[in-house]
């Protein structure tokens, strides 16, 4: 069955500390990952997909098809980093029904 | 336009009424997602339209629930008697289908807040 599993509910760290939001998937064959954020009042919108692997904001995600994992890393977080984020996944397999994660909010502290 | 609109932004009701959610999607996308919202929670998915298949409806919650989409654009997602349980913010979003390429994103409206009294 294809899943997407954040284990993490709420991550709070301090400004300039290292941040990363776990990511788990099971899917059969290659999907495509994607993470996606939500900042206060505003829309959900895409952060970054593996594909593109380019960094946005500052933050990286490297898809480990060995581990089944799309952790998103940023080395430095920042007061505006706080959001809530989603992990999601699409493919052939599920004909491309978006699957997402239960969303991980991260505050970031003064 | 150039977004996903949702209409309207704000419904307040009363509990055993029904409601209707509009949905205007980005042009030419062939994909059409229904979410749930509740506060400080994350997205329940509803319901998934992809061009002229059959509706994956699989997360509807109740019988009380149901969503059309006409001509492959415009979308309503009509709830039947409310409930309190019901009050949260729905979403819709679209995405054109192609993987890997700039499709297969999907991009979403600014929601609409159910309140159901």
């Known amino acids: 069955a294809q899943r997407v599993t954040q284990p993490e509910k709420l991550l709070s760290v301090f400004k300039g500390a290292p941040v990363e939001l776990k990511c788990n998937y099971s899917?059969?064959?290659?999907?495509?990952l994607f993470w996606y954020v939500q900042y206060s009042r505003q829309r959900l919108q895409l952060l970054l997909r593996?594909?593109s692997r380019e960094s946005i904001k500052g933050f990286t995600a490297d898809l480990n098809k060995g581990e089944t994992s799309f952790h998103l890393k940023k080395p430095f977080a920042q007061e505006e980093d706080s959001a809530m984020y989603y992990c999601?996944?699409?493919?052939?397999?599920?004909?491309?029904?978006?699957?997402f994660g239960a969303g991980t909010r991260l505050f970031v502290k003064a | 336009g150039a977004g996903v609109s949702q209409s309207p932004s704000n419904k307040v009701t009363e509990k055993g009424k029904d409601v209707e959610l509009r949905c205007d999607p980005i042009s030419g996308h062939t994909a059409l997602y229904w979410y749930r919202q509740s506060l400080g929670q994350g997205l329940e998915f509803l319901i998934y339209f992809q061009g002229n298949s059959a509706p994956d409806k699989s997360g509807l919650p109740s019988d009380r629930f149901s969503a059309e989409r006409t001509g492959g654009s415009v979308s309503t997602l009509t709830i039947q008697r409310t409930q309190q349980e019901d009050s949260a913010v729905y979403l819709c979003?679209?995405?054109?289908?192609?993987?890997?390429?700039?499709?297969?994103?999907?991009?979403f409206g600014a929601g609409t807040r159910l309140s159901v009294l």
């Open positions: 593996h594909i």
């Open positions: 979003a679209s995405s054109s289908r192609l993987a890997g390429g700039p499709g297969n994103i999907q991009y």
């Open positions: 899917y059969s064959g290659s999907p495509e």
């Open positions: 999601a996944l699409s493919g052939h397999t599920g004909g491309f029904k978006t699957i």
